[in-house]
């Protein structure tokens, strides 16, 4: 397998796309704790790697599936920063007219095929997807995003089946952040997630999601395995979830299910900083790391500013995109 190999100009601009996501999910932990978003949000930070390293192997005509944490994926995709963070704000102008909110982000022009609020519910979508491309013809393939509770859904060993059977161009990325919802994940999922492939003869591997170079790499070599009639893989990508599983949720929660100090250890090797110091070793100019992330937070800034003064989407529009 020849993997692209990751040049350090290559290297910059990855550490481009996990700052700007870094920067809109800090932002909106703001905003949500302002009051000033319709609804709950489910941020990403801690995980950026994932999203950023896979999908900087995918074009437009390839497919994500995502999660309910799915503004990382959506921004590693596609260029919208503005129609991302206006959906969130539920605005007309929002890449779903403002109805789908924060859990169901989707741009179908871009391969995003949506968020999801179904734990797992993206898995047998994408392996539609993948079946789709395959009976096409085309050389494009699907990749879905799911957490370490989302694997212990029976549809999980469902598609496995099918996409062996039918050698599916499909990637499965199970992102173990550490938890699901408010349960370790030790203390709810057996054995290790990427062993799950191997009965159905998947290549399955763990990947250190927190590395961009690492995510790059395995990412890479399981897109060019399917694009090329290879079949499926299943990496199961090591990560940590840095905020709550949802905002605010001390403000329900009776008690903690982690310590403050476990968040502090484990910030110490947290995506940003792991890409940072490669870049450094890498002799990346700080100037130019600097000016990169300069260019990020004007445009974060821009699209916040867009959002919040972007019209509401009318009465009307909520019987619009239906069936009767
Ligand atoms: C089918 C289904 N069951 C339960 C829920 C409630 N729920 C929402 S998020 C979540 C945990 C998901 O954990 P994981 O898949 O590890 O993703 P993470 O939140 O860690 O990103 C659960 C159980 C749901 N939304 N859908």
Redesign the pocket.
Same mark, same amino acid.
């Given at each position: 397998m020849s993997v692209q190999e990751l040049t350090s100009g290559k290297l910059l601009e990855l550490y481009g796309r996990m700052f700007r996501i870094r920067t809109v999910e800090e932002r909106l932990a703001q905003v949500q704790a302002a009051g000033e978003l319709p609804g709950p949000v489910?941020l990403y930070i801690g +995980?950026e790697a994932v999203a950023v390293g896979v999908c900087a192997h995918l074009s437009d005509q390839d497919w994500i599936c995502s999660?309910?944490?799915g503004h990382g994926h959506f921004l590693a995709k596609s260029d919208e920063i503005r129609k991302l963070v206006a959906e969130v704000y539920g605005r007309a102008s929002g890449v779903c007219g403002g109805k789908g909110g924060s859990m169901h982000v989707a741009d179908v022009s871009k391969g995003i095929l949506g968020a999801n609020?179904?734990?797992?519910?993206g898995i047998a979508l994408a392996t539609g997807a993948a079946l789709s491309a395959q009976t096409r013809g085309t050389r494009n393939v699907a990749v879905v995003f799911?957490?370490?509770?989302?694997?212990? +859904?029976g549809v999980l060993l469902e598609s496995l089946n099918v996409a062996a059977l039918w050698k599916l161009p499909l990637v499965l990325v199970c992102?173990?952040?550490?938890?699901?919802?408010f349960s370790p994940?030790a203390t709810v999922t057996a054995g290790e997630i990427w062993k799950r492939a191997t009965p159905f003869g998947i290549p399955g591997e763990p990947v250190d999601g927190n590395d961009v170079r690492e995510v790059w790499s395995a990412a890479g070599e399981a897109i060019e395995r399917a694009r090329g009639g290879g079949g499926a893989t299943l990496l199961e990508m090591r990560t940590y979830?840095l905020r709550g599983?949802v905002e605010a949720e001390k403000s329900f929660l009776a008690k903690s299910y982690r310590s403050d100090e476990e968040v502090e250890r484990r910030r110490e090797r947290e995506p940003l900083r792991v890409a940072l110091a490669a870049l450094r070793g890498a002799r990346i100019a700080p100037d130019a790391i600097a000016a990169a992330e300069d260019k990020e937070r004007a445009a974060v800034q821009a699209a916040f500013e867009y959002a919040a003064a972007a019209p509401w989407p009318q009465p009307e529009a909520a019987f619009q995109h239906m069936f009767a």
């Open positions: 489910h +995980q999660t309910h944490r609020g179904i734990v797992g519910g799911f957490g370490d509770g989302a694997a212990n +859904q992102e173990n952040n550490g938890f699901s919802e994940t979830r599983h």
